[in-house]
């Protein structure tokens, strides 16, 4: 996707914003910076914008002549949404959103040397001395009977790590304050100036659980750069590695929830399920994360029809297994007591913040991007969109269910209609800062990837929005007015992931 681009002032964002947005028909999707000083000497902001109903894409390119004040008109108090992209932006590019609410630190903590913005293009890491304690204030919550009960950063599982304040009055939860950030890589700026078949390397490795997703959407953006064409072969398959990775996420996400309230049944069910699929990943790709498979202009392997044979047989006996593990949680009181009305995200909330995936779908936003903004095979594939509305842990736990027997459905479909042909187009060149963007659904939601083209087909500046980013800020909303027992049970029904962040 290239898409409409409209270049204004730095002064006339949050008007020009405003206008985009009016009447809630085009919604922020993603904003980000990009330091064009060698191009045309100014920094510059993109916002980007997309309507379900219009089927559309539009971007506001906001220009900071680096001659003047390095800021712009903050949006968040215009739409929640950017208030993390615009902290992200003033950390990383030392562009200061002015009317923002909350400029502390995100991305880099409180040990960062101070004035060194490390996606600026004259940034040298070699100069960066940690050791600074800049104080990182915490809102506190005041009155009888409340106090604090940290968790993290090193937590007692091997999950990744992630500090989380809770304020509480009793068992009941006030208010809890995320801290996340911890193990950024700094894969943006890692990428600057490799070729793009190199920074696809880091690109698989931004996430194990969403790799064909990053991978898809990374290569999309760049066969949108250089014109090539896509084989039909090659867009079946990957939307067998998309709809795989989809399928044995989802089983494995519903054995984790049940893990939040103890119910070993489901747990040991839903592990021994995901784990006869990436068996079957390994078997397909030789990992299991289905790596190595998808590449520029296509795919590396193709399936036999053995292969497919066995895909079918295996998928039909999931079908079946899938379908007691949930009817073994639909007839149990207990484990219903536990998951509904906890953690609800109201419809409004998932809006204002651009929740996606299944967590905006359990919540009554009926959007998809496989569906809404179709790519690769699924032009021509027929699926339903589950969506629930009363946007708590047992709304995310039923989409996920009806998301793993569509998706078993639409890789049915594609098997059965898999068309014969290449497996690679040869990728084409471009002119160097040109930019395009893709977009793809991983089992967590929407995420986006933008690149813009440097010289010799190579990476100038790489951004990436997970679909994790808009959704952590709404666990904070989810959490408050239920037991602290609960927030594991409400943490694994979002299934947040800490590595997209950190990239």
């Known amino acids: 996707m290239i898409g409409s681009v409209q270049v204004i ?18 919604r922020l999707t993603a904003m980000f910076a990009n330091d064009e000083r060698m191009i045309n000497g100014s920094f510059a902001i993109y916002v980007l914008f997309f309507s379900k109903e219009d089927a559309a894409f539009k971007t506001i390119k906001a220009i900071i002549k680096q001659d003047d004040l390095l800021e712009f008109p903050s949006l968040t108090p215009l739409m929640a949404a950017a208030a993390w992209y615009e902290r992200e932006i003033h950390d990383l590019f030392g562009l200061t959103p002015v009317g923002h609410p909350d400029l502390r630190p995100l991305v880099l903590h409180e040990n960062w040397s101070q004035g060194r913005y490390p996606l600026r293009k004259d940034f040298e890491p070699d100069s960066v001395e ?116 989809r399928l044995y996420n989802h089983v494995g996400d519903i054995g984790n929830l049940c893990a939040g309230l103890g119910f070993a049944a489901g747990i040991s069910n839903g592990s021994r399920l995901k784990e006869q699929l990436m068996r079957l990943n390994e078997r397909l790709t030789g990992n299991r994360f289905l790596r190595g498979w998808i590449t520029l202009g296509g795919v590396t392997m193709d399936i036999t029809q053995e292969l497919v044979q066995d895909i079918a047989r295996l998928l039909a006996g999931i079908t079946d297994e899938l379908n007691d593990l949930l009817g073994l949680l ?43 903004f179709p790519y690769a095979a699924y032009r021509s594939l027929s699926f339903h969109v589950p969506v629930y509305t009363n946007g ?39 002119e160097p800062y040109q930019a395009a963007f893709s977009m793809t659904e991983s089992p967590r939601g929407s995420n986006l990837h933008w690149l813009m083209a440097g010289e010799n087909n190579t990476i100038y ?32 029904s979002f299934e947040l992931c800490y590595a997209c962040l950190d990239r």
């Open 392 to 430: 708590d842990v047992a709304a995310r736990l039923w989409v996920r269910a009806d998301e793993a027997a569509e998706s078993i459905k639409i890789i049915d479909q594609l098997l059965e209609e898999l068309p014969n042909g290449k497996l690679t187009g040869e990728l084409g060149s471009v």
């Open 330 to 372: 639909r007839d149990n009181d207990a484990f219903l007591d536990r998951v509904n009305t906890t953690g609800i995200l109201p419809q409004q909330a998932a809006l204002d913040l651009g929740v996606v995936g299944v967590a905006a779908r359990a919540s009554g936003v009926d959007f998809d991007i496989r569906r809404d």
């Open 130 to 245: 940690s050791g600074e304690n800049i104080d990182y204030p915490v809102p506190p919550v005041q009155g009888k009977g409340v106090f604090e009960v940290p968790v993290g950063p090193i937590h007692a599982g091997i999950i990744e790590p992630g500090h989380f304040r809770f304020s509480q009055a009793g068992e009941n939860i006030i208010n809890l304050e995320a801290k996340l950030f911890f193990a950024h890589r700094g894969i943006e700026k890692a990428v600057e100036g490799l070729s793009f078949s190199k920074a696809l390397f880091q690109t698989e490795r931004i996430c194990g659980a969403c790799s064909v997703a990053n991978t898809l959407s990374y290569v999309q953006a760049v066969e949108s750069l250089t014109n090539t064409e896509v084989p039909l072969r090659a867009e079946y398959l990957r939307v067998l590695a998309a709809e795989l990775e």
């Open 461 to 492: 500046r790489y951004f990436v929005r997970s679909a994790s980013y808009p959704n952590w800020p709404a666990l904070t909303v989810a959490v408050p007015g239920n037991i602290i027992p609960d927030f594991p049970l409400i943490n694994k």
């Open 9 to 26: 002032p730095a002064a006339t964002l949050r008007a020009a914003a405003t206008v985009v947005c009016h009447g809630g028909l085009y």
